[in-house]
């Protein structure tokens, strides 16, 4: 089935300090990739997206590339701040399946001052 | 103005009773969503509608029964609550006609059942 594996946490850094969290995925057509952040007590936002090979997508100094050929989605931040202390999911979702978004276990980010 | 909302933020109940979850989206949205997050943080689909009807319901007992009046509204409601129902319950919404992909989530409904 359609799964998405993402690095364990917590990821505890300093701030300044570079981010990446790695995601890979399994899926049998071809999905769209999703950066969802959780900050404490709220809801889920979209971070960044990206919908097919290659593409990246960006946000709030975030990135990550659809690598097809190495089935990963890595999120990556060059310098982190306090504030972006929050967990990070990586999913995907394929439109024959109505869209329905499989997330991973999520990873939490501590940044330190 | 918000653009996903859920009612209430929490509830807190007994085993066995019944309760209700309301979500609505003000987007223009054609689609809707419901999500449970555990007490890990692991987020999985339970179901969605699009324009009022169900097209995706995954294995969910069947105490669980949610329900769409308009393209606007969904609800859930929980027959026999029991102690394993606590969790956060999160609504969805994505337009799929012309292919929006990403989901905009509410601020999620805590549900405890003591």
């Known amino acids: 089935g359609d799964s998405v594996t993402q690095m364990e946490g917590p990821v505890t850094l300093s701030e300044e300090a570079c981010l990446t969290i790695n995601c890979t995925y399994t899926a049998t057509g071809y999905p769209s990739l999703f950066w969802y952040v959780q900050y404490p007590g709220e809801g889920l936002q979209l971070l960044l997206k990206?919908?097919?090979?290659?593409d990246k997508g960006s946000n709030k100094g975030f990135e990550a590339t659809y690598r097809k050929e190495t089935t990963s989605f890595h999120l990556e931040k060059g310098s982190v701040q306090v504030s972006d202390s929050a967990v990070y999911f990586c999913a995907l979702s394929l439109m024959e399946y109505g869209n329905k978004l499989v997330f991973g276990a999520g990873t939490i980010l501590r940044v330190k001052s | 103005d918000t653009a996903v909302s859920q009612t209430p933020k929490y509830l807190v109940t007994q085993m066995g009773n019944d309760k209700s979850i309301k979500c609505e989206q003000n987007?223009?949205?054609?689609?809707m969503y419901w999500y449970k997050q555990d007490s890990k943080k692991f987020l999985k689909i339970m179901f969605s509608?699009?324009?009022?009807?169900?097209?995706i319901n995954e294995t969910v007992p069947n105490r669980f029964s949610p329900k769409s009046p308009d393209k606007a509204h969904l609800n859930l409601h929980i027959n026999s609550l029991e102690l394993g129902d606590s969790a956060v319950y999160f609504c969805a919404s994505s337009q799929l006609a012309g292919g929006l992909y990403e989901q905009y989530f509410g601020p999620g409904t805590r549900l405890t059942v003591t």
């Open positions: 990206a919908t097919k090979a290659d």
């Open positions: 987007l223009g949205h054609d689609t």
């Open positions: 509608y699009n324009n009022k009807e169900l097209i």
